[in-house]
């Protein structure tokens, strides 16, 4: 075969790993150097400090103020970050009081000697302090800032935090706001997005306790950070790396002038060419030390974590991510990197400093990837988040795949991204970050879309040009401040490809991707060789490079590659050999939503199909095919005997093309109309959520049946509103058209069944809500249409109709509240329904005391009909729904019904793996007043009180991916003994009684 590269041919030409002349030209950043002092008081958990900054102004701009961050202040409340928790419904900093919230408050401040007052141009968020300069700062001069201030990090951590005497201190100084192309970037701090800081240099002298051990950025250049004391192998020589700035711009002051009080010791870092100073303290911190190359790599960790982070395991792993980094982008520029056990689990990323929640590769490959993307890449964390959150996921998973040949990194995120795609959830990758929907929006685009960005971009590429644009990437901006112009400008330089739509399309807009195969021609040329040409046919407005393969799925051979752009375009390849049958993207990497329209056409097109023999519990979905499987199916019922068949599922990607086929034959039964039916095969055929009729968060689907004395037909279409993915907060509607119509008596419980049919339209509204302590439930459904009687073999109706219409209601509201942590469950349901019409409804369109009604059992064949095996004689089932009155026997129905559930359970044992999940102990009791029309009064009123209740127990289990939930309740008391479901043992109003079901009670 032969590798026709349409595009890479390009590619190969650029002159890749030569570093092509800089973008960089005109770019500047500004200059600044911290001098901090500050002292920390462990008990009250302040530190106070004083700074000076010198900030000499690179810009061609005049600045008439300075800006300083004071990100503490993000965590207490009243805070912008505090107030966009609440309103996603999250409570966090609104609810810490005094000392547990965090805070930076400002005591002093002079600009060049002259007394400054901070304002607050974001109040009542204090994240932002603006000073007006007492004389207007030009291009290339210098000013110097004093400020002196207190600073405490919050009890509650995110990001920074206290606890006893561990305080990680990520954010605690006042930092200078960047000031770049787009002005001052005076942004206030939200729970999306992130930082953005000047390169600057830190001279940082701190008064501490005498025992404290301190990882911090930068260099000890006096004092005793703890570490020798602390090393877990007490024989090691700590490398301090003292010397390695040598002769530092900052002479003065120092741990010589600090008066120390007794048990105090003075500590003084000093880094250069970083945008943040972060520290983390803890007296019982564990030292180990490693080395890459020059970069000397320290771990910080706590005594309870030695199995887990010491023996030098995290530092193996943080070497090794500096590896994998040092030969993906180049030298890491700093002395040493030192990773810590913060308070919080997660991680987050500093220069020279990882804050990991736990040891594991992954994390410290991401936060590690951070010193890189973020840190000596430094973009605008809450302008650009996917410069550094998806690059440094992408990275992760890139090492992951060249480490582990079967690791899929591209695979899981991409069918993620992808649904959120499809139901219209998706936001620009590329946006800021306070102005994505919600927090679970943000992420899911910054980090996880953001890092398909990446894999897209090495797909267009190919790895080898990928690693040449990470390179030179790194070689013209480390150390200043990127952006996507940046990244892009290099990837197309080093490429040579146009990559401007691609970029545009993937950071800034949310289209889908479908592209399908059209004519193929095949031609023998004189020389022998073939000559095929494909249509490749773009069906949405997404556009990335196609390639055209092989359709087998044991051959990868690619032949050529479409550049995805033109609605409709022809590629021409030869070929030594005929090809075979071929597809569009077989490597499955365009992000194509829709792969069924990808394969050249064949005639029998089921083949594509991946078929499997249905276990039933388990579903499998792909990503490039439609899964069908099929299975035997048996039941039993009294007209039809031992009933055997077939069911056939299908589905796309899980969601779409859900249709299922059954067919079905009574084999044993021995009832004269079913023999008169003569030859009858059942059958249901169902059409459910087509992948042409894509229509975001809404499902749709098709029901004819012909099925156990039954014919119907049913279509619905049903959508959810909620305010996002991750809301669990939803609101489901529904419209559905049902016609059913008796066929054969002789399947059907005359207590739930009259010969008759309905036509109906109903609509159904559901709401669910959930809070830390309770799930709500509402159900409301109305409809109407016409009932009708099928006169000609009418056996049972009193009164008969030809054709009346009717209306029919229900409402119900359900709760389950948990208390002591989920061991107790408290729930409650109230239900009302009604029936509206001239005559008596039909005995399947009455509103039942026990539970479902004929037509929701219809689904069901366990009780679908009479002698199932869930209807029988020495059968008890309870299919819940409606009165729900668990003792009373089905088929009790009339015109309307009022009820009320009350359970009480108690969870003896909770799992969340194996088989057996949940065993709980029940106690409930149920009421109802209903018509008289339902169960007789006992007097000659039209209503009649109604109550069971009794004691029961439930398991919850797990098979293959289904949720079973199996309930035997025994419902001693039931005030209307002869109607009760179980009458085996007697008649009295107390009685052991027993039922069972498979479905949860509500
Ligand atoms: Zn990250």
């Known amino acids: 075969m032969i590798w026709l590269p349409a595009l890479l041919g390009a590619v190969a030409s650029a002159p890749v790993g030569t570093s092509i002349d800089a973008d960089t030209a005109g770019y500047w950043q500004q200059e600044v150097h911290y001098q901090i002092v500050a002292r920390l008081d462990e008990p009250t958990g302040v530190l106070s400090g004083r700074v000076l900054i010198r900030y000499t102004n690179r810009s061609p701009d005049t600045l008439a103020d300075f800006y300083v961050h004071l990100y503490l202040n993000a965590f207490r409340p009243g805070s912008r970050w505090a107030d966009r928790d609440s309103l996603e419904g999250l409570r966090r900093f609104n609810d810490l009081a005094d000392p547990d919230y965090a805070y930076e408050r400002i005591r002093r401040s002079s600009i060049d000697g002259v007394t400054v007052r901070p304002e607050f141009p974001y109040a009542p968020d204090s994240t932002i302090a603006r000073f007006p300069l007492p004389t207007p700062l030009a291009p290339g001069e210098s000013l110097e800032v004093v400020i002196e201030w207190d600073a405490r990090p919050s009890t509650l951590p995110r990001r920074q935090g206290r606890q006893g005497r561990r305080f990680d201190f990520a954010q605690w100084y006042p930092r200078v706001v960047v000031y770049d192309r787009l002005g001052w970037q005076a942004h206030p701090l939200y729970p999306a997005g992130e930082f953005y800081g000047e390169f600057a240099a830190y001279d940082v002298t701190l008064d501490l306790p005498e025992d404290q051990v301190i990882g911090a950025t930068g260099v000890p250049i006096e004092g005793d950070p703890g570490w020798t004391r602390r090393a877990a192998d007490p024989g090691v020589a700590v490398d301090h790396q003292r010397g390695w700035y040598g002769d530092h711009a900052f002479r003065g002051g120092g741990c010589r002038v600090m008066a120390l009080a007794a048990g105090r010791k003075c500590v003084r870092f000093y880094a250069e060419d970083v945008h943040h100073f972060a520290m983390s303290l803890n007296p019982d911190y564990v030292y180990e030390e490693g080395r890459f190359n020059d970069v000397v790599v320290r771990v910080l960790y706590l005594p309870q974590d030695r199995e887990r982070w010491g023996g030098g395991t995290v530092v193996a792993r943080t070497v090794e991510a500096l590896r994998w980094l040092d030969e993906l982008f180049g030298p890491f520029p700093w002395p040493q990197l030192t990773n810590v056990h913060r308070i919080e689990g997660g991680g987050t990323e500093f220069p020279m400093m990882v804050m990991n929640g736990g040891p594991s590769l992954g994390l410290i490959l991401h936060e590690v990837g951070h010193n890189y993307l973020m840190g000596i890449l430094a973009n605008n964390e809450w302008r650009e988040g996917f410069l550094d959150e998806g690059f440094s996921s992408f990275q992760t998973a890139w090492y992951f795949e060249e480490r582990f040949p079967d690791f899929d990194g591209y695979g899981g995120p991409e069918r993620f991204v992808l649904y959120q795609d499809l139901d219209d959830w998706s936001e620009p990758v590329s946006q800021v970050s306070e102005d994505y929907r919600d927090f679970g929006t943000y992420s899911t685009m910054v980090y996880t879309k953001g890092q398909l960005f990446f894999h897209q971009l090495r797909y267009i590429v190919g790895d080898e040009v990928m690693r040449a644009i990470l390179r030179e990437y790194y070689a013209r901006w480390k150390l200043k401040h990127v952006t996507e112009a940046a990244l892009l400008d290099v990837a197309q330089s080093v490429s040579g490809l146009d990559l401007r739509t691609f970029f545009g399309q993937w950071l800034h807009g949310t289209p889908l991707y479908d592209y399908a195969i059209g004519k193929v021609t095949r031609r023998q040329m004189a020389d022998g060789s073939w000559e095929t040409s494909v249509e490749v046919r773009r069906l949405a407005d997404g556009m990335i490079p196609v390639e055209i393969g092989t359709a087998r799925e044991d051959d990868r051979t690619v032949y050529a590659r479409a550049s995805g752009r033109p609605e409709r375009d022809v590629v021409r390849f030869r070929t030594a050999e005929r090809p075979g049958r071929l597809m569009l993207d077989p490597r499955l990497r365009t992000h194509d939503w829709n792969y069924l329209n990808n394969r050249e056409r064949r005639f029998l097109s089921f083949l594509d199909e991946a078929w499997r023999l249905d276990t039933y519990v388990h579903e499998p979905t792909r990503r490039d095919r439609v899964v069908s499987s099929a299975a035997p199916t048996v039941w039993y019922n009294d007209a039809g005997g031992l009933t ?169 509201a359900a709760v389950r509240w948990f208390a002591a942590g989920g061991s107790w469950v408290l729930g409650a349901r109230m239900f009302a329904g009604g029936y509206l019409g001239e005559n008596v409804p039909l005995a399947q369109r009455a509103i039942p005391v026990d539970g479902a009604d004929a037509y929701e059992r219809f689904d069901n064949p366990l009780i679908r009909s009479r002698g199932a095996p869930f209807v029988r004689a020495d059968v008890f089932y309870h299919a819940p729904g409606n009165g729900n009155l668990r003792g009373y026997a089905p088929g009790l129905g009339g015109r309307w019904l009022a009820s009320l559930n009350v359970e009480v359970e108690r969870v003896l044992r909770h799992a969340t793996r194996g088989p057996l999940r949940d065993v709980s102990v029940v106690v409930f009791g149920d009421g109802a007043l209903a018509d008289s029309l339902a169960v007789p009064s006992t007097g000659d009123g039209a209503v009649t009180p109604l109550i069971d209740a009794g004691a029961g127990v439930r398991l919850a289990l797990r098979i293959g991916d289904l949720d079973v939930p199996l309930r035997v309740e025994f419902p001693i008391l039931v005030s209307r003994p002869a109607y009760a479901h179980n009458r085996r043992g007697g008649t009295d109003v107390i009685e052991f009684r027993w039922l069972m079901s498979l479905e949860r009670s509500f």
Do not use: K
């Open 644 to 812: 055997i068949g077939a069911r056939v599922r299908s589905n796309y990607l899980g969601r779409f093309d859900q249709h299922e086929a059954w067919i079905s034959r009574g084999i044993t039964g021995d009832d004269p109309i079913t023999e008169s039916d003569g030859g009858w095969v059942d059958g249901r055929l169902r059409i459910r959520n087509p992948h042409w009729l894509r229509v975001p968060r809404s499902a749709q689907s098709l029901d004819l049946w012909m099925l156990e004395g039954r014919t119907g037909a049913a279509l619905s279409w049903e959508w959810e509103r909620r305010r996002s993915f991750t809301d669990p907060n939803t609101r489901r509607d529904r419209v559905a058209l049902q016609w059913m119509v008796t066929r054969n008596m002789a399947f059907l419980d005359p207590a739930q069944w009259e010969n008759g049919g309905t036509g109906e339209i109903a609509h159904t509204t559901r709401w669910d809500r959930a809070t830390a302590r309770a799930q709500w439930r509402f159900m409301a459904t109305y409809g109407g249409g016409i009932a009708y009687a099928a006169r000609d073999v009418g056996q049972r109706l009193e009164r008969r109709y030809d054709v009346e219409p009717f209306g029919r209601a229900t409402g119900s």
